[in-house]
């Protein structure tokens, strides 16, 4: 099986490379995603500008270093404790093998292939495979921040856009938890990972940098290099469509096909360790700081700005959740508690840099509610078993949040509004209905490509290898049918 599964992944890859190949290969400044392109730059061209060149602060890389290992605590152990403790007993070290395998698995294949693809120039979509094996990449290579004239070491923008890539794909197994093979788990991640999460991310974040707006003709061109959701305007800071939206369509998708739990709706499938997941998403929110205020690539305002949001936006959230489900039920649980918590996470990461404290808090206070509607009328209108709610939460959440990151991004309500880097302040006219309009556009794209790959997806890895275990495996519990080991041992 093993020797299968790694031919298919291969030739499967080596496909994908090959609708690849076309793109434009050429080096180009490494990316520094999440913020809007400056498409507001005046038209009357700036004075000519002297050459700009980088330069790497310590302070900033120091910040990148620490950030990056915060990303790598969430994954492992803060999701895997998160969800390990939402499924039953005999299911636990499955989840956690999930999870820390997928990681290992999709660190690996970002730095074979993925980061070129995403971050390298080609067109709207794509990247180009000039970086592959992470060529020419070396402790004097700079990739640009937000500012002109700064940079941060690149093998350190590497490995942080590496561990967004991870934890993406490992946020998906909580929809379909307790019953699928890891042989197709494994398969699947290395398609999706390929044909989702790459091409989105080069999509939303990909540009060359602010050094080389310097007059609206250079602004034009380098626009046009752009992805094609950032040529557009696009606001996600840390990933709402690109982590959170992205995943939730793809597991939503498999939650669909690959069917319902042995049991569900019969069966009592209560979380076995309400403890293991406050512990994980305790770890989440920690590592989260790392997650939204690592995004600021350097250690500035804007890093401070989105350490604040995303501490507040998230205490509002498992408030609002509380409190909400404490009327609705007569009692607060631990449970919705931490759900809050992940669905306020969920909702400040689009927006964590671009608007103000009071818009945070209004997020997280709304996202608590919106979400909590989102695991259960929601999920009773959708009628799938997605097991961990990662559509409830991170779906909804990650819509939620992208959409409003347009309405509190306006100044007038305390946001920073669009930079124009031709000008280098703040653009004149933010229209609020003009970048709702935008950012729903770019929920849309994400909602679509993703679910349309991720089906795709799960149907080749079914007819090559079978998506879930057989139901004695399953009601044996994937521990020991697909370990040979278990989480617990009583005496």
């Not at 636990?92 to 660190?107: G, K, W």
């Not at 840390?238 to 319902?260: C, E, P, Q, S, Y």
């Not at 403890?275 to 804007?302: D, I, P, V, Y």
């Not at 959708?382 to 992208?402: C, E, K, M, N, R």
Request: charged share 10%; hydrophobic share 55%; glycine share 12%.
């Amino acid at each position: 099986m093993m020797k299968k599964l790694l031919a298919i992944i291969l030739t499967l890859v080596a496909v994908g490379f090959g609708g690849l190949a076309h793109a434009d290969d050429a080096a180009a400044p490494a990316a520094a995603p999440a913020v809007s392109a400056p498409a507001a730059a005046p038209a009357a061209a700036a004075a000519a500008a002297q050459p700009i060149t980088d330069k790497i602060d310590k302070g900033d890389t120091a910040w990148m270093i620490v950030a990056t290992a915060f990303v790598i605590l969430m994954s492992i152990p803060g999701l895997g404790l998160f969800y390990g403790g939402l499924v039953r007993s005999k299911n636990m070290l499955s989840v956690l093998m999930q999870v820390f395998v997928i990681f290992a698995l999709i660190s690996v294949l970002w730095a074979v292939y993925g980061y070129s693809v995403a971050f390298t120039a080609g067109n709207p979509f794509f990247g180009g495979l000039s970086k592959l094996f992470l060529s020419g990449v070396t402790p004097d290579s700079m990739a640009g921040t937000f500012s002109k004239g700064v940079a941060i070491p690149e093998l350190i923008y590497v490995a942080f856009q590496g561990a967004f890539a991870a934890i993406t794909v490992a946020l998906i197994v909580g929809s379909f938890a307790e019953r699928i093979k890891f042989s197709a788990l494994l398969l699947f991640s290395v398609l999706w990972f390929t044909f989702s999460y790459l091409p989105i991310a080069h999509m939303v974040w990909y540009w060359a940098g602010p050094d080389g707006y310097i007059s609206a003709a250079a602004s034009d061109k380098l626009n046009a290099t752009a992805g094609w959701l950032f040529n557009r305007g696009a606001l996600d800071f840390a990933g709402g469509t690109v982590v959170h939206i992205d995943a939730a369509m793809a597991g939503i998708v498999g939650a669909f096909l690959i069917g319902k739990r042995v049991g569900y709706g019969k069966d009592s499938m209560a979380p076995h360790s309400l403890t293991m997941t406050m512990m994980g998403a305790s770890l989440l929110w920690f590592g989260w700081f790392g997650f939204n205020a690592g995004s600021a690539l350097e250690a500035n305002g804007t890093a401070a700005l989105a350490f604040v949001n995303t501490w507040l936006a998230t205490a509002a959230a498992a408030l609002s959740w509380m409190f909400v489900e404490w009327l609705m039920k007569g009692k607060p649980s631990m449970l919705g508690a931490v759900s809050g918590a992940v669905a306020g996470l969920v909702a400040i990461t689009p927006a964590c840099g671009f608007v103000g404290v009071g818009g945070a808090l209004v997020i997280g206070l709304l996202v608590g509610v919106v979400c909590l509607w989102g695991v259960n009328g929601l999920k009773r209108m959708l009628g799938a078993d997605d097991s961990l709610d990662v559509f409830g939460v991170h779906g909804v959440g990650g819509i939620l949040g992208s959409l409003l990151t347009g309405v509190f991004a306006a100044p007038s309500l305390g946001g920073s509004g669009i930079y124009d880097y031709v000008a280098n302040k703040v653009a004149d006219g933010y229209s609020i209905i003009d970048q709702v309009i935008i950012q729903a556009t770019g929920v849309g794209v994400t909602i679509v490509w993703s679910g349309i790959v991720a089906f795709i997806c799960y149907k080749l890895v079914d007819m090559l290898i079978g998506l879930r275990v057989a139901e004695e495996e399953e009601r044996e519990g994937l521990d020991i049918a697909s370990h040979g080991e278990s989480a617990y041992h009583y005496n």
